[in-house]
């Protein structure tokens, strides 16, 4: 079967993205003051439902850092349960999207800010990973806003770090992360059997070797600086883990307010990241978006009729799966299932784990995101392209991804605007005898958009000139610039102006080439008034 065809190359990827999104499920569950389970449920359901749902070839699925403070206020006001029963009606209302073509709108991101929120995301997981380098582990994994629910932001966190160090906790990072420095070595990669060991896996074994070696002294690194996994101690335990939401709540209009704002929000952050994990495909595939929203919807439907967190495609889980050489969409699979498995067969070995050498996997991921090389290419592109860019990391930063998103687009929608004020038509200006001759040539489409642009150049034309105006490439005149010309050539016997118009007609000022069939050909080739 061609879905086990990279099955080499897959599974390896697949562990790398369970180790790490297995503390980051945790991470958003705690900051949702929700169960931990629900978040395990969300990553295992996000791993497997919406992998075999979707067509995304490397997207990875599971609870989402951005949705915590909808989850946060909506179990505070209407509870878990009634929560689990919003949760279903936005899955349900996911899936209306997609059959409605709603996922189109991944395609009107500008690449700069995608690059942007690519860049910016990942020098948030070197920072908030820094607290856990150094043995602060206070805030949860997961946390990619700058404000913090404890009224910490990602700055001060660090600043309170450096002063609650962790010896043992700052070797481990610091083994692994020379492990995979090593591993990411030319000599490394060329050997078959390190593509298949990944660097991430032996990272964290040395972590929990060195988490034993370290017990009881004063390099200690135990208690909250460990994975604190769920411990089902069997099936039936794990099945009296689950809660089902409670649909009496469904005649509840706060209920239905949730449920309108997962399903937007939650739909447009899957969009968000589905093109910008396409623009890290080496193999450079399609998702298709509607289908995406459909598998989005189908995984939050099941997640809530079985006690999860909502669930996004997540860039961090993703990209983390395209550079340890996942190639389909069996990585996926295998990151849910192992989710699974570990929760129900060896969830006391995983408790062994440091968030020190977590760390170090993240930190790893974050530069892989946000290269000095990939800010040298945006700049040598342009103003155009760097400033939604800069302005996106920035304000990333700062506040959260929608919100840098949000000004971002709105940066580069400006550039968008200014080019267009500019480029609608092109002066060309000589003198003959002393006279002063203009041609202003008209663009093909001139929209609304250009109004502004072209008042002002006729508005500074100079009086006593001989002017033409050449629409023959023109093929779509706005209302709006139809009637700045009809101003314009309302006004140039007060200006002395000899005004010629040429490709355009006389009475509409619509391009001749729009103009019925039943117009003479004479006509078509330009008029000229006397």
Known sequence: MDFFKHWKKDLPAGLVVFLVAMPLCLGVALASEAPLMAGIIAGVIGGVVVTLASGSSLGVSGPAAGLVAIVLAAVADIGFEAFLTALVIAGLMQVALGYLRAGIIA??????????????IGLIIILKQIPHALGYDKDYEGDLNYAQPDGETTFSAISEALHLVSPGAIVIFVVAMAILIVWEMPFMKRRAVFQVIQGPLVAVIAGIVMQRLFHGGYMAVEGEHLVNLPIATSITNFISQLNAPDFSAVSNYNVWVTAVTLALVASLETLLCVEATDKLDPHKRLTPTNRELKAQGLGNIASGLIGGLPITQVIVRSSANIQSGGESRLSALFHGILLLVSVLLIPGVLNLIPYASLAAVLVMVGYKLAKPAIFLEQYRR???????????????????????????????????????????????????????????????????L????????????????????????????????????????????????EVTLLGLDANSLQPLTDLPANVPSHARAGYIPE
Request: proline share 3%; aromatic share 10%; charged share 20%.
């Open 382 to 448: 342009g103003w155009t392209a760097f400033a939604p860019f800069v302005v996106t990391i920035v304000v990333i930063l700062r506040t959260d991804l929608l919100i840098g998103i949000t000004v971002g687009m709105a940066v580069a929608i400006f550039f968008i605007l200014v080019r267009h004020y500019r480029a609608p038509f092109f002066v060309h200006e000589e003198t003959v005898d002393g006279v002063r001759l203009l041609t202003i040539s008209l663009a093909d489409d001139v929209s609304f």
């Open 107 to 120: 395609y009107y991101f500008p690449a700069s800010v995608i690059k942007g929120m690519l860049a910016g």
């Open 450 to 497: 250009h109004k502004a642009g072209l008042s002002r150049a006729l508005h500074n034309l100079p009086d006593f000139a001989k002017v033409t105006i050449d629409g023959r490439s023109a093929r779509r005149i706005d209302d709006d610039v139809i009637d700045v010309l009809n101003d314009f050539l309302t006004t140039k016997k007060e200006r002395s102006l």
